[in-house]
């Protein structure tokens, strides 16, 4: 069963949404989509609270779908990603990572 971890998260202050947007989609989505242990990966930045004029509480919103979390955690632990989650450090501010299951 694939496991889904949402992560929540906002810019770390003075930190650039072009920037950053342009390091997820040349490193950070690339490379998390090539774990054996991963069958999708994405991005999404937040643009509106339905049916509201507030600003959405968090810019980013990324999606994980991991096929076995073990595996996962030896994927992770590699080098090449420990330098990838070096960096998300480096642009996220007070990441949430939320493990979920389908009800």
């Known amino acids: 069963m694939t496991t889904r ?3 929540i998260f906002n810019l770390k202050s ?7 947007e ?3 989609r040349t490193v950070d ?6 774990l054996n242990s991963v069958d999708n990966f994405e991005v999404l930045r937040s643009v509106s609270v339905l049916g509201s004029d507030a ?3 968090y810019d980013y919103v990324e999606v994980l779908d991991v096929q076995d979390m073990e ?18 450090q480096q642009w996220a501010d007070n990441p949430v990572f939320i493990v979920t299951e389908k009800v």
């Open 5 to 7: 971890i949402i992560v």
């Open 14 to 20: 003075g930190v650039s949404a072009e920037e950053y």
């Open 22 to 24: 342009n390091w997820a």
């Open 29 to 34: 989505i690339p490379t998390v989509n090539k």
């Open 55 to 57: 600003r959405p509480p």
């Open 71 to 88: 595996a996962l955690g030896a994927d992770v632990s590699t080098q090449q990603m420990q330098k990838v989650s070096a960096e998300f």
